[in-house]
């Protein structure tokens, strides 16, 4: 093998001057170290930086985030180190538009079939999980089932797997499905997570979260629009009436008994569906189901909070966790007094071209969370302990 390489080493003039320094250097090690010490460890920087900057694919290499082009975390690593900047200098907007063609370019000529999802948006319900999807779908590689919000897995479950294909768009092995029902995270049949990885068991799982004092209000508010039943009732009377059936249900159950509480919610929810509005918001005893069905790997918890104001560093950490070509960077977002929100700008348009402009999460930034105080208070006290369960679960603190 050795032999082979040096071979063809003469074929490449710096790969044979290479060698021959190598040779030279050790021979010359062996007589003198000490003349040749320094000597060779100006060898091993030049090596060193020979090994970084390859055959002269250096760019490519580096800039490419799938597996195209091979390239060790190794030798990125050094030349990060070596060249910090060198991915926004290499990163400019004429190199994003060639990358983001050449992705559509693939897709159209790839043979396309039906799947069932590889990403769900399960929830949590009101916390913004619509606009992680349009956040997602801004990326030429998603694509979105139809509808977006199936219900299959609550609602049409008994339809069949050819009634939920029907929603399949036609995709390539290298797009990816989503599916994004905002209420799988908390609703019953306890058994919905299980249902989903039988039909997709490498499936992601996107769980967006958001302070549940402030998602009760959202959900009120929504169900009095929706539900003609509700018009006129009062926010303060209705969380009156539920928020003490909901304490009169925890004391009636062990602080630490969890698969009991999650059936005593379950149950509360399906005899009488307004509690979901308060219940929904429990979210350790939701998140314990989804935790041992799926792999940590596949699961991704999010803070509305974050979607709101880092919009561009979620869309990064969305693209990572798919593993999809990083296509949509932080500065492709600029913020839309307007719209009150972080907007999508094309970067070959260096955010000037304003019929480029999307704001996929316009509509979850200017939701209106306003409550009393009193009740916010109250809502606080209640769904704190509960909280604390959830960050130790998670091992992150969302700092509500």
């Known amino acids: 093998m050795i032999w082979s390489r040096l071979r063809a080493s003469h074929q490449h003039p710096s790969l044979t ?9 050790l021979l010359q090690t062996i007589r003198t170290p000490r003349r040749a010490i320094s000597k060779l460890v100006l ?37 990060e180190f070596i060249w910090p900047n060198i991915r926004e200098d290499m990163d400019d907007p004429g190199g994003r538009e060639i990358k983001w063609k050449n992705e559509v370019d693939k897709s159209l000529s790839e043979p396309k079939k039906k799947r069932f ?27 979105p089932t139809n509808p977006l919000q199936s219900h299959f897995f609550t609602k049409y479950f008994s339809e069949g797997s050819d009634y939920y294909m029907n929603m399949m768009p036609n995709v390539t092995d290298r797009e990816l499905i989503l599916e994004a029902t905002q209420t799988y995270f908390t609703l019953p049949p306890s058994v919905l997570p299980r249902r989903i990885k039988k039909v997709s068991p490498d499936a992601k799982i996107i769980v967006v979260l958001c302070n549940p004092a402030d998602r009760v209000i959202i959900d009120f ?11 006129g009732q009062k926010y303060t009377l209705y969380l009156g009436t539920y928020l003490n059936r909901a304490k009169k249900m925890m004391e009636e159950i062990p602080y630490d008994f969890d ?5 005593k919610i379950f149950a509360s929810i399906q005899k009488d569906f307004p509690s979901h509005v308060t ?6 005893y939701h998140a314990i189901r989804w935790k041992l069905v799926f792999r940590p790997a596949q699961l991704l918890y ?5 979607v709101l104001r880092n919009t561009g560093d979620v869309t990064l950490q969305l693209q990572k966790f798919l593993r999809i070509p990083a296509l949509i960077h932080k500065d492709n ?33 200017n939701v209106d969370t306003f409550q009393p105080m009193s009740c916010y208070r109250t809502l606080h006290d209640f769904y704190r302990p509960h909280n604390e369960k959830l960050y130790q679960l998670l091992k992150r603190n969302f700092t509500w």
């Open 17 to 25: 001057l290479l060698v021959k320094s190598v040779l030279g250097n």
């Open 43 to 79: 060898f091993l920087g030049f090596a060193f930086l020979f090994y970084v900057s390859g055959t002269g694919g250096f760019y490519r290499r580096l800039q490419s985030s799938t597996d195209d082009f091979k390239f060790t975390s190794v030798r990125r690593s050094a030349a």
């Open 117 to 143: 999802p590889d990403v769900f948006i399960v929830g949590a319900e009101r916390c913004g999980g619509e606009a992680v999807a349009n956040l997602l779908l801004l990326h030429p590689l998603v694509k």
């Open 221 to 231: 508010n929504i169900e009095m629009l929706n539900r003609q039943k509700y018009q």
């Open 259 to 263: 698969a009991q509480m999650q059936t």
């Open 279 to 284: 219940l929904s918001g429990l979210y350790y």
């Open 302 to 306: 999010l803070n509305r909070r974050d």
């Open 333 to 365: 977002f600029l913020y839309d007094d307007k719209s009150k929100s972080f907007c999508y700008h094309s970067s070959w348009d260096n955010g000037g071209n304003t019929q480029r402009k999307h704001c996929p999460i316009s509509e979850e930034a």
